[in-house]
């Protein structure tokens, strides 16, 4: 079974800097796609960034030109670099993992933005 653990998490005044961390159980280069999603209370899991293995990006339009997400395969560790972080960006933050047949999450971690 695989397993996905994220880390980084905390509290952080606003303006301030995360780096977030998820290290899968498996090689990550199987994954065809990996990402981080959030979920603020009361709102629904929104995609946050994803890259494909081949190092294509997407990222939401709230946080273009904050957040860098990026892989490391020989540390089997997805990574979101977090930048100018608002109030609004206060969620928990999961990582996902997209394989040929089965779809990953991690248990979450969670970042709280001080205004």
């Known amino acids: 079974q695989v397993q996905l653990v994220e880390s980084g998490g905390g509290l952080v005044q606003a303006g301030g800097s995360l780096r977030l961390s998820c290290t899968a159980s498996?090689?990550?280069?199987?994954?065809?796609?990996m990402g981080w999603y959030r979920q603020a209370p009361g709102k629904q899991r929104e995609l946050v960034a994803r890259i494909s293995s081949g190092g294509s990006t997407n990222y939401a339009d709230s946080v273009k030109g904050r957040f860098t997400i990026s892989r490391d395969n020989a540390k089997n560790t997805l990574y979101l670099q977090m930048s100018s972080l608002k109030p609004e960006d206060a969620a928990v933050f999961y990582c996902?993992?997209?394989?040929?047949?089965?779809?990953?999450w991690g248990q979450g971690t969670q970042v709280t933005v001080s205004s």
């Open positions: 996902n993992a997209q394989g040929f047949l089965n779809t990953y």
């Open positions: 498996t090689s990550i280069s199987s994954f065809n796609v």
